[in-house]
């Protein structure tokens, strides 16, 4: 088994309000369009209950194989504030990743946030995982800024 630990942190500024992204996270079709990281992949949240102490299932993957599950549990969720969960990522019986991921959402001015997403992962197999993380969350947060301005 190749171990791997590393912390990720993206900062972005956004021209919308913190109400506006914490919506956009919680609304799972929504999400489902923003974080899916390319035109190849998709994202499906089979069920969720983004609240504290609350779970979540889905599976991702190229589009038509939806090959990986993904399990979620979080642990704070304040509205328009912070949402911090842990994510499993699983190939069958097989446990590939395990994160602690923390989404912080600050006013800074009239219809601006800064946000702050820190993700701190375990892969168990290999770097390579860790970069998908980086890549993904890139593009999804590049999605997601495009989502929650153009829809302003």
């Known amino acids: 088994m190749d171990i791997h630990h590393e912390t990720l942190v993206f900062e972005r500024e956004f021209d919308a309000p913190p109400s506006r992204l914490f919506a956009a996270y919680i609304d799972t079709s929504v999400r489902e369009q923003w974080s899916t990281p390319s035109p190849t992949a998709e994202v499906k949240i089979d069920s969720s209950d983004v609240r504290t102490g609350g779970h979540e299932t889905g599976r991702c993957g190229g589009k038509g194989d939806l090959r990986w599950t993904l399990k979620v549990i979080y642990h704070c969720v304040t509205p328009d504030r912070q949402i911090t969960f842990t994510e499993e990522l699983w190939d069958g019986k097989q446990v590939l990743t395990v994160?602690?991921?923390?989404?912080?959402?600050?006013?800074?001015?009239?219809?601006k946030t800064a946000l702050t997403l820190t993700d701190q992962i375990t892969s168990f197999v290999g770097a390579d995982a860790v970069g998908g993380h980086r890549e993904g969350y890139t593009q999804a947060l590049a999605n997601l800024e495009q989502h929650v301005t153009v829809d302003a």
């Open 99 to 111: 994160a602690l991921i923390t989404f912080d959402l600050k006013s800074i001015g009239d219809n």
